[in-house]
């Protein structure tokens, strides 16, 4: 079992930025991926971005080049950076890890991170709002 703990959310203005961590504990020795979704309340939850075991990163169209993933594995962290918030940012954000590898797709000599789910998660935090108003 993994454990994984978000912190760092809150309110800001549109145009500012958050940095949202998540802490896991447990057997985090079996966790592969680990990623970002965020939801709002009557909606599905929708995948922000996605770090893979070797350090491959994929975002969703509507957060890249405002969001960073990172992760240090040493510590059994994982952050989102996120910068330039938009009101439609807000939402609640959960953190989740895998214990596999991310789906690829093989294309010109190397695999790319194809589409990825939220079933392809198997541990969740509790989540974190964030808040961004206009």
């Known amino acids: 079992q993994v454990q994984l703990v978000e912190s760092g959310g809150g309110s800001v203005q549109s145009g500012g930025s958050l940095r949202l961590s998540c802490a896991a504990s447990?057997?985090?020795?079996?966790?592969?991926?680990m990623a970002w979704f965020r939801q709002i309340p009557g909606k599905e939850r929708e995948g922000v971005a996605a770090?893979?075991?070797?350090?491959?990163?994929s975002y969703s169209d509507s957060v890249k080049g405002r969001f960073t993933i990172s992760r240090d594995k040493a510590k059994d962290t994982a952050s989102l950076q996120m910068n330039s918030l938009r009101p439609e940012d807000t939402a609640m954000y959960y953190c989740?890890?895998?214990?596999?590898?991310?789906?690829?797709?093989?294309?010109?000599?190397?695999?790319?991170?194809?589409?990825?789910?939220?079933?392809?998660?198997?541990?969740w935090g509790q989540g974190t709002q964030v808040t961004v108003s206009s």
């Open positions: 989740a890890a895998s214990t596999s590898p991310l789906p690829r797709t093989y294309n010109a000599g190397y695999y790319y991170i194809s589409t990825w789910v939220a079933a392809d998660f198997k541990y």
């Open positions: 447990g057997d985090t020795a079996s966790t592969y991926s």
């Open positions: 770090i893979d075991y070797d350090g491959s990163v």
